[in-house]
DNA sequence: GATCGCATGTAAGTGGTTACATGATTTA
DNA sequence: TAAATCATGTAACCACTTACATGCGATC
């Protein structure tokens, strides 16, 4: 059973208080990203089906020189839905990982242009770590009132920890590489 | 543009020589499964997709009492596709990482829950780990000669930090959380 | 006698991204 | 004056999984 969990993101986010499809897409790109992802052409459809289901409720808010903003509101009914699901056992996640399929088949390729793989790899992620951190730090220092702090630490700990493994990865494997193509020579 | 990389999980495959359909689903399996997955309902339309470009040709074997097989054989053409793709720069991985997404809205939860989904969390990874760490020593021990190995190897030492990288984390933010929860009281 | 492995394929349905569509205001 | 931001939505398209379809032989 496939489920699609894009109405969790939103329940989720929703729970912080009001806010309209366009907040929910900034604050799931905000917070979320190292982990998660939604596309405004998921999130729309989403609102309309958790408004038809009762979940979340709809009001509109006029603006001048903007569009109007729907605001959503997250029910009772769907908190509980939401806890449901948050208390559920999380699946298995399955990732792809492209620069690991491409080094499984390096063998097609010149040393060269494994170790440049590696390395444009090793850049993404470093400066996802530096993001990271700098994240944190933010976080420490200005939200570590909010009640939901220590879970958004916790996340983003998270990221940090699989970014720095697979910076540490990647000079392990530009070297282990390097040595074996010296050693064939 | 969003590319449909079956291919070259296929064509990749059949750079260690020419096999069936089954026998490419078995390979990525069992080669990629801790960062790449294919489904049969897949692979096949990609390897009729494949035969139609040329870039891998078919052979029919005739066999008593099973289906008959069809081996597929990778064309110079194919080789060069794979190659071409080998070594454009990886793109960044976007990955979906439930426990993470359940963890971002743990204030929503009991911190019994949390921990519950973090132990759960920890308990996949910690497998994975030790199927990692024994597929490295019979890997190591048994296929160290052929040429791919060095590849092979360096990705599954990817899936080893990786899974580290988890494991690691979940103990930390078990403690983290209860130590945060025992103050509260 | 049931399930698993071998072996290939198609079809239905869902998941998800990107482009299309609109349009005012602010910023570079 | 070009672009980015605010703001919402739909439609087309592709990716991917799962179920359907078939059928023999071996194992439990």
Redesign the pocket.
């Given at each position: 059973?496939?489920?699609?969990?894009?109405k969790y993101a939103i329940l989720g986010m929703l729970t912080r208080g009001p806010m309209?499809?366009?907040?929910i897409k900034?604050a799931i790109d905000f917070g979320l990203h190292m982990f998660w992802?939604?596309?405004?052409?998921?999130i729309?459809?989403g609102?309309?089906q958790l408004t038809e289901d009762g979940l979340i409720t709809r009001d509109i808010m006029h603006?001048m020189?903007?569009?109007?903003?729907?605001i959503y509101s997250i029910t009772e009914r769907g908190k509980k839905e939401l806890r449901t699901w948050l208390a559920r056992s999380p699946e298995p996640n399955?990732y792809?990982i492209e620069v690991l399929l491409k080094l499984f088949f390096g063998h097609e390729l010149s040393m060269d242009e494994n170790l440049q793989n590696l390395g444009s790899f090793r850049e993404q992620q470093s400066k996802l770590l530096e993001q990271y951190l700098s994240m944190e730090q933010h976080l420490v220092s200005e939200h570590a009132d909010v009640p939901q702090a220590p879970y958004w630490l916790s996340t983003l700990r998270c990221g940090i920890r699989i970014s720095k493994a697979f910076v540490g990865w990647c000079d392990e494997t530009i070297e282990f590489l390097r040595l074996r193509d010296g050693g064939q020579k």
């Open positions: 059973m496939r489920e699609n969990k894009t309209s499809g366009y907040d900034k992802s939604e596309s405004h052409g998921q729309y459809p609102l309309k603006q020189g903007k569009p109007d903003r729907h399955s792809r």
